[in-house]
């Protein structure tokens, strides 16, 4: 992560922070300004792009925006973290144009428990949980996250921030590092299906070099995750996502392997 995509990143998670107390009044102004932020920053619209790729917008609307037959509507998020960024950044250019209002999407969709509509529930379910999967895409952890949200841009920089270890040279192994009670078993077995994810996407890809080595680094992280070796299976996320740069398909994937390996490192140890 260099000091530039840092500073991006901190005008993103402060933009989106902004949504919070804001009154139901603004919210459209603060679409608008959420968008522009994006739209104008190469990186971020470029992940969204390539979860945009294969995203049936009309499809996905009718799965997520659902009213049963009494006439009861709810919001029901997708499950494939791809498909939530793609799909929040569509609904928010429905409102940034008129297409759609955001007041009414609150008033039939986003309620709270006592059937009230509920603007708090609109800006947690697709405001932050929009932040939140971009952060990650980023190698921004949720901890991350409140120190550079705290943070002035003067104090982010290479040289006095570390994101969660990526720019750190470390001594010993990385697993020393592990927050207390994380549970590896579930660590193993997630980060052995999306390495299996990976590589049935690289199997649909023309062969190369870089699928090539894409593919045995992606076998490695099966093996290190059946072995339970951490310290393998996160020096070889790293080094795939590297290699992704040069693979679009599995870009996403790759980030998202990397960040739940992340997340369960405390790099104050």
Not at 154 to 178: A, P, W, Y
């Amino acid at each position: 992560m260099t000091n530039d995509n840092l500073q991006i990143i901190k005008k993103f998670i402060d933009k989106c922070g902004e949504f919070e107390g804001c009154k139901l009044l603004f919210l459209d102004k603060k679409v608008s300004e959420l968008l522009e932020i994006v739209v104008q920053t190469k990186e971020i619209y470029d992940l969204i792009s390539e979860c945009m790729e294969n995203f049936n917008k009309d499809k996905e609307y009718d799965k997520a925006f659902v009213v049963g037959a009494n006439g009861t509507a709810r919001f029901i998020q997708p499950k494939e973290e791809y498909k939530i960024i793609a799909l929040d950044f569509c609904l928010l250019v429905d409102i940034s144009s008129g297409k759609k209002s955001v007041d009414s999407l609150i008033s039939k969709y986003f309620k709270s428990e006592d059937g009230e509509k509920d603007y708090e529930v609109f800006v947690d379910k697709i405001i932050y949980s929009f932040r939140n999967l971009v952060c990650e895409a980023f190698g921004v952890s949720i901890n991350a996250m409140n120190y550079i949200s705290n943070s002035t841009e003067e104090e982010i920089s290479e040289d006095n921030f570390e994101l969660d270890g990526l720019m750190k040279v470390t001594n010993g192994k990385i697993s020393k590092r592990l927050y207390d009670g994380t549970n590896l078993t579930e660590v193993f077995a997630k980060s052995k299906d999306l390495a299996m994810e990976i590589l049935e996407n690289l199997s649909r890809e023309k062969i190369n070099e870089f699928t090539v080595d894409a593919e045995q680094i992606c076998k490695s992280i099966v093996l290190a995750s059946l072995n339970d070796d951490f310290d393998s299976v996160y020096g070889l996320a790293l080094g795939l996502r590297q290699l992704s740069k040069n693979v679009k398909s599995i870009r996403f994937l790759t980030r998202e392997i990397v960040s739940l390996l992340q997340e369960q490192i405390d790099w104050s140890k």
